[in-house]
């Protein structure tokens, strides 16, 4: 079987209210990865923003969607508020600091963005103007992203073992702070805690209010990366080089999987990205339910909508499968723009974003927004099942050429400025 399981105690889940759209890295605090928000396909270009460098993950609240955007001339990115619904930009903002990360997160009418140095300022979404600024202490390098919850911002920095914070999301005071064998990734909070997993299979329960230690459990090697858990049905899911499922109330191991790549859930069900496609087994009893067989399928999280969920494919592509039978239903081509993808020292870390009925797929230098009543986008070429009606199952059938009506991406003449409407940067071809 392509999963193996042993799972030694099953408990009842906790309830978790999906987010209606993306506020951080994988979703929200949960990093399950379903948006409420995000539409079903088939969706076509709403409008395409040429952006001159790679951008991260967006951020999808107020009513505007954020973005930073690696700095082409100099270390650091520049923030972009950009209309949700029309790709029009309100305004930008410079965040300075070493290589081109710019970590983001929205919680309770506040912006907040990280730089590599560990320097958090909170913004008015609406504006950019400032709140607050502080420069977290005993870490140099931030590379995870931020998590907003219940008013406070929550981070882990390294360089010198490692550390996690508690920010007052209210004046930026650090509220406790705990230390950590190495560093990187983001936190998972819920309602009572945080939780933050390391490689080696290091794996941290603090307590929300004080940052007193709940439970810890060790693996015997040590080392340093990026992880992100996530939380789904009162389990902890470590990923990074851990198999391991945990309770979320004790840090019992209750199961294990393997995977290749990071999951999302949604109504008891998993999606992990597995051998270059992807499988949808039953979140409690981890059994396959289906699985998509292709090669070149992002081991990202994928992005759970309603009835479908979408994933990045190499060559510039992004695929709607069917949540219960895992058929594709939809694929967009990006012109040969790879969609999303990570990697803190070159670009800000990026994936795919969703809210208020619309699909945001950061493409090389542009973000396209994807919703119904646009243009027809590009088809796909190459990946398995993924015809223009999506017919065949899974690893079945192939594409057609991408010719006909679509959108053809090329760089913008103009440069986008604050308070310009953002030009839909491409050629729209073959429509009446």
Known sequence: PLVAVLLLALLPAAAHAATPSTLTYRG??????????????????????????????????????????????????????????????????????????????????????????????????GTGALLWATSLPGQYAFSGTPVGSGGDVYVIGSGSGGTVYAVDGEDGTVRWSRGLPTG??????????????????????FAR????????????????????????????????????????????????????????????????????????????????????????ISGEAPLVADRQLYVAAEGGAVLALDRASGQPVWCAGTGGQDVAGTGHDDHPGSHLGAGGGLLYVPAGRFLIAYGPGGAPALPCAGIAGAGSAGAGGPGSGSAPPAEGPGLSLQPAKDTIRAGRRARLAGVLRGLA
């Open 28 to 125: 929200d605090a949960s990093h399950d990865h379903r948006i409420t928000g995000a539409p079903d396909a088939p969706l076509g270009v709403l409008w395409a923003a040429d952006l001159g460098a790679r951008s991260s993950y967006p951020v999808v609240a107020a009513g505007l969607v954020f973005v930073s955007v690696r700095n082409t001339e100099s270390y650091g990115t520049t923030l972009y508020a950009l209309d949700a619904a029309t790709g029009a930009v309100r305004w930008t903002r410079a965040n300075p600091g070493t290589y081109w990360y710019g970590g983001m997160a929205y919680d309770q009418g506040r912006l907040y963005v990280l730089n590599f140095d560990g320097n958090l300022v909170a913004l008015v979404p």
């Open 184 to 205: 990187g990734g983001s936190p998972a909070v819920d309602a009572s805690s945080v939780y933050v997993s390391l490689v080696c299979e290091h794996h941290y329960a």
């Open 209 to 296: 209010d004080s940052g007193v230690p709940r439970w810890e459990r060790h693996g015997t090697c040590t080392g340093g990366g990026d992880v992100t858990p996530a939380l789904h049905g009162g389990r902890v899911y470590p990923f990074g080089d851990s198999p391991a499922i945990l309770d979320a109330t004790s840090g019992d191991r209750v199961g294990s999987s393997a995977y290749h790549g990071a999951g999302s859930f949604g109504d008891g069900t998993a999606y992990v990205p597995w051998d270059g496609g992807v499988i949808a087994v039953d979140d409690p009893g981890w059994l396959t339910r289906w699985t998509y067989r292709a090669t070149g």
